[in-house]
């Protein structure tokens, strides 16, 4: 198996984490927990993605890492970059499917 399909384990208190998240009942530590294990075991948002001789592995850790950063990069954008038709709007409640 190569570095790029490899599956990083993720313990039972991080799939706890998970679960708490999804379910809307996580704490602050199980929130972090659960977006370490997004950024740093799922979507590998840091890691080199070249993989040597293997274009296909390269594109995949690219599009699994792009997810990755583009949530670093939400987290880390100031409100204040926000345009603002985007402030004034409500979050509007997700529907139940």
């Not at 313990?11 to 996580?26: D, N, P, S, V």
């Not at 293997?54 to 599009?63: V, W």
């Amino acid at each position: 198996m190569s570095k790029a399909e490899e599956v990083i384990p993720v313990t039972l208190y991080e799939t706890r984490a998970l679960r708490a998240c999804e379910a809307g009942e996580a704490s602050p530590d199980q929130q972090r927990l659960a977006m370490s294990v997004w950024m740093h075991k799922f979507s590998r948002a840091f890691e080199n993605p070249f993989v040597p001789g293997a274009h296909d592995q390269t594109d995949f850790r690219c599009g699994r890492a792009f997810v990755g950063q583009k949530v670093h990069e939400h987290l880390r954008r100031p409100m204040s970059d926000l345009h603002p038709d985007e402030l004034s709007k409500e979050a509007k409640e997700p529907k139940d499917e």
